[in-house]
Structure formats: structure tokens, C-alpha cells
């Protein structure tokens, strides 16, 4: 499940961005729902809310170990909710990781494309959207006390028998056994 999430988070932030950059660059923004939701493409060399424009480097090597400290997570990952959370939060961290290694002006210093902007707020991107997302989720599992790691459930049918399915068990030769007696 984590990585069906993170592929989709993943191709839809590439596509959607490949799409904006091919159509609405150099172009006056666009409102739609009576200006709730503005396209407008920027490119941002900082993190969240333009916050450490000077730092790129630092943000692309951030989301190299995120996305690290999530495959290596995945292996002991037993529950759904947190493998959707972490799924979501991978593909994010993929998606604008890939504008960081493959955008101008340059590997691990290239800008992140924005372009959906909602009024009083920051443009963002659908990689954004997924990681806030995600940080959201995780806050509510854990204020729920989901667990993250764990066991995978057993199926039904690896319950152990009780004591009335053990007369039923029979030795090679084909003779029952004593209850408690493997066959």
C-alpha cells in the first residue's frame, strides 16, 4: 500500500507539473471557483512558504534522508493507515526531490514548481499537498495511538486448533493420535 500511494502521489505531482510548466508558463494566472483556486506558476528555490531560499542544497539532501528513513521503515510497517501516511509522504518528498535533482538551475539546487495558490496562503504544488497532508495524518495516528511497527496479522487459518480438532489429527500410518501428540 505504501508504495501503490507513493507512486500515485509521485506521477501525479510529475505530470501535473510537467502539464502547468507546457501550458500556463508565461502566462497571466488563472482563477477558477470564482478565485477560491488561482494556477499560477512560480518557481521556488526554498522550502515551505519560501522559507530558506539560500538553502536548496540543504532541502534536496533533507528529503534524501526522509526518503531513506521511509524505505527503511516499510520493511517493519504493518498497518494501513501509516503505510497510506507514509506513502503519501514518500511520493511528496519524491516529487519535488525530483525538481530539486533535474530543474534549473541545477542538480541538487534546482527550483520546485508551484502553481495552485488559494487566497491568504502560500502557492503550493500536489507533492506539498501530500506531505502536509501526510504530517496531518501521522499527528492523528499518533494522538490515537496507532501503531506504526509490528506483526502482521495471522491468517484464520494459522490459528492453532483446540482440543476438539485434535482427535481429528492422524499419524502417517494413517492411526489417530493422542490429543496434544503432533501426528
Known sequence: MLAAVAAAIYVIDVIS??????????????????????????????????????????FTLIAVVVVAVIIRTASRLYSLPWAIALGMLLGGALGNLTDRIF???GVLRGHV???????????????????????????????????MEGRPAEPAD?????ASDAVLAVDPAGEPTEPGRPA
Open 158 to 162: 494459522a490459528v492453532a486448533p483446540d
Open 113 to 147: 514548481v508551484d502553481f495552485l495558490e488559494l487566497p491568504n496562503w502560500p502557492i503550493f504544488n500536489v507533492a506539498d499537498s501530500a506531505i502536509v497532508s501526510a504530517g496531518c495524518l501521522m499527528v492523528l495516528l499518533s494522538i490515537l495511538g496507532v501503531p
Open 17 to 58: 507539473k510537467i502539464v502547468v510548466v507546457a501550458t500556463l508558463s508565461d502566462r497571466a494566472p488563472i482563477e477558477l471557483l470564482g478565485g477560491l483556486l488561482t494556477l499560477r506558476v512560480t518557481r521556488n528555490p526554498g522550502a515551505a512558504f519560501s522559507i530558506g531560499v539560500g538553502m536548496t542544497v540543504l
Open 103 to 105: 530543474r534549473s538551475p
